[in-house]
Antibody, heavy 124, light 107 residues
Framework: QVQLQESGPGLVKPSETLSLTCTVSGGSISRHYWSWIRQPAGKGLEWIGRIYTSGSTNYNPSLKSRVTVSVDTSKNQISLKLSSVTAADTAVYYC??????????????????WGQGTMVTVSS | DIQMTQSPSSLSASVGDRVTITCRASQSISSYLGWYQQKPGQAPKLLIYATSSLQSGVPSRFSGSGSGTDFTLTISSLQPEDFATYYCQQSYSTPLTFGPGTKVDIK
């Protein structure tokens, strides 16, 4: 079955760029939307943005000026870059797959498969 | 942005209880609502999408209803594995937004 695994540095200095990769195994990255979602410790979920395998993206306006999501279909990977980080960006970061196969049902903006999450701390 | 609220923020219940959680959107979202369950240290798990569609593999004791701005998640008979935090999420428009969560713990 499809599995997602986030990877990247667990510690990032303030003002630097957070870079994470989500590797998809057990299935193709094609025909689905992929999202990044984060969760500060003890708090709720915040949607960061999504990408389709064509490269089309949508971002949360609250982060849009700092976020870049990209896809590498040859590697079955989705990447997240968040620039100019502050302590407020400290969170568990998840990648998640949209439930819908675009070619069959369209997309749902509901997330049926999630990575385990990776904790990123912003601190000097 | 569409703001999502949930009530209650927490509740205590016993195994076998019927539990209802409410989610309200700041504007109409038609039926574009999902529910997730999250246990400590785990990623959220999709329970219901499009208001009332049960995700594959999810027990039938979970059900969802509503439309417009008001939605409910019902657990018909609470099981030990259901003690968790539940989040609603609107999929009507971006940015996609989640409710603040409802923690269900053991009475």
């Amino acid at each position: 079955q499809v599995q997602l695994q986030e990877s990247g540095p667990g510690l990032v200095k303030p003002s630097e760029t957070l870079s994470l990769t989500c590797t998809v195994s057990g299935g193709s990255i094609s025909r689905h939307y992929w999202s990044w979602i984060r969760q500060p410790a003890g708090k709720g979920l915040e949607w960061i943005g999504r990408i389709y395998t064509s490269g089309s993206t949508n971002y949360n306006p609250s982060l849009k000026s700092r976020v870049t999501v990209s896809v590498d279909t040859s590697k079955n990977q989705i990447s997240l870059k968040l620039s100019s980080v502050t302590a407020a960006d400290t969170a568990v970061y998840y990648c998640a797959r949209d439930l819908g196969d675009v070619a069959v049902t369209g997309y749902f903006d509901a997330f049926d498969i999630w990575g385990q999450g990776t904790m990123v701390t912003v601190s000097s | 942005d569409i703001q999502m609220t949930q009530s209650p923020s927490s509740l205590s219940a016993s195994v076998g209880d019927r539990v209802t959680i409410t989610c309200r959107a700041s504007q109409s979202i038609s039926s574009y609502l999902g529910w997730y369950q999250q246990k400590p240290g785990q990623a959220p798990k999709l329970l219901i999408y499009a208001t009332s569609s049960l995700q594959s593999g999810v027990p039938s004791r979970f059900s969802g209803s509503g439309s417009g701005t008001d939605f409910t998640l019902t657990i018909s008979s609470l099981q030990p594995e259901d003690f968790a935090t539940y989040y609603c999420q609107q999929s009507y428009s971006t940015p996609l937004t989640f409710g603040p969560g409802t923690k269900v713990d053991i009475k």
